[in-house]
C-alpha cells in the first residue's frame, strides 16, 4: 500500500460549486500534512498545511481525521483559476526530514 | 517565493552522456532534495541533503549521483544519461526543524529528454 493515496480524478465542476478531495494514508503516527497545487507544467506550491486539528484560509479548508486516517481539502466557491492538480502530502516512513506526495487529483472548474 | 533557481530549465541530450543539474538556493535552508515527476508515478524522491557534503539516497536514486559543497547549491548528476531519464526534475529547500516535517518549496524544474 501507497504510504498517501489519492483520486486521480478529473474532477469537472461547474464554476460556483463546492468540491472536496480527500487523501488516505498509513503511517498513524503522521503529524503532519500539506496540500500543494500544481498548475500544468508548473512546479507544485503550497496551498495549505494540515495540522492537528486542520485549519481554513479563505474558500479553502483542510481537515485532518486521525480515525479514519485521511485528510481532505475543501473548496467552496470554486473559481475557474482554482482549476489545477492538487498534491497531498504527508511524511515519509524513512523520518521526518522527507515526505510523500500523492500523485494527485486533477480539478477542472467549467463556466 | 522562495529563493531557487535551477538550471538549466530545458535539455536535450543524448544516450550515455552525462549530465549535470543546479540548484542555486538563497534561503540558507539546511534541507535540499532532487525529485523527479512523470506521468502516473508522481513526484519521486532521488536524493536529497541534510547539510554540506551530508547527503542520502531516495526510493529512485539508480543511475544519479548529487554533490552539495556550498549549503546554497545541490547538483544532480546524471553520470550516463539514458532514455528512462526523460522525466521533469524539481529541486525543492525545506527547514525542518524539532523533528516535524516541513513543507517544501520547489524551484521551477529543469525538463530533460534523453535521446
Known amino acids: 500500500r501507497k504510504e498517501v493515496e489519492q483520486d486521480p480524478g478529473p474532477f469537472n465542476v461547474p464554476e460556483g460549486a463546492t468540491v472536496a478531495f480527500n487523501c488516505t494514508y498509513s503511517?498513524?503516527?503522521?503529524?503532519?500534512f500539506f496540500w500543494y497545487r500544481q498548475d500544468c507544467r508548473k512546479e507544485p506550491k503550497l496551498l495549505m498545511s494540515?495540522?492537528?486539528s486542520g485549519n481554513e484560509d479563505g474558500r479553502f479548508t483542510a481537515q485532518l481525521n486521525r480515525a479514519s486516517q485521511y485528510i481532505s481539502l475543501l473548496i467552496r466557491d470554486s473559481k475557474l483559476s482554482d482549476s489545477a492538480t492538487y498534491l497531498c502530502?504527508?511524511?515519509?516512513?524513512?523520518?521526518?526530514?522527507?515526505?510523500?506526495f500523492g500523485t494527485g487529483t486533477k480539478l477542472q472548474v467549467i463556466p | 517565493d522562495a529563493g531557487i533557481t535551477q538550471s538549466p530549465r530545458h535539455k536535450v541530450t543524448e544516450t550515455g552522456t552525462p549530465v549535470t543539474l543546479r540548484c542555486h538556493q538563497t534561503?540558507?535552508?539546511?534541507?535540499m532534495y532532487w525529485y523527479r515527476q512523470d506521468p502516473g508515478h508522481g513526484l519521486r524522491l532521488i536524493h536529497y541533503?541534510?547539510?554540506?557534503?551530508?547527503?542520502d539516497k531516495g526510493e529512485v536514486s539508480d543511475g544519479y549521483s548529487v554533490s552539495r559543497s556550498k549549503t546554497e547549491d545541490f547538483l544532480l548528476t546524471l553520470e550516463s544519461a539514458t532514455s528512462s531519464q526523460t522525466s521533469v526534475y524539481f529541486c525543492?529547500?525545506?527547514?525542518?526543524?524539532?523533528?516535524?516535517?516541513?513543507?517544501?518549496?520547489f524551484g521551477n524544474g529543469t525538463r530533460l529528454t534523453v535521446t
Open positions: 525543492a529547500i525545506s527547514d525542518q526543524d524539532r523533528g516535524q516535517s516541513s513543507p517544501l518549496h
Open positions: 503511517n498513524s503516527a503522521s503529524q503532519s
Open positions: 494540515v495540522y492537528s
Open positions: 502530502v504527508g511524511p515519509h516512513s524513512g523520518g521526518y526530514q522527507k515526505v510523500t
Open positions: 534561503e540558507n535552508h539546511r534541507y
Open positions: 541533503s541534510y547539510g554540506v557534503k551530508d547527503t
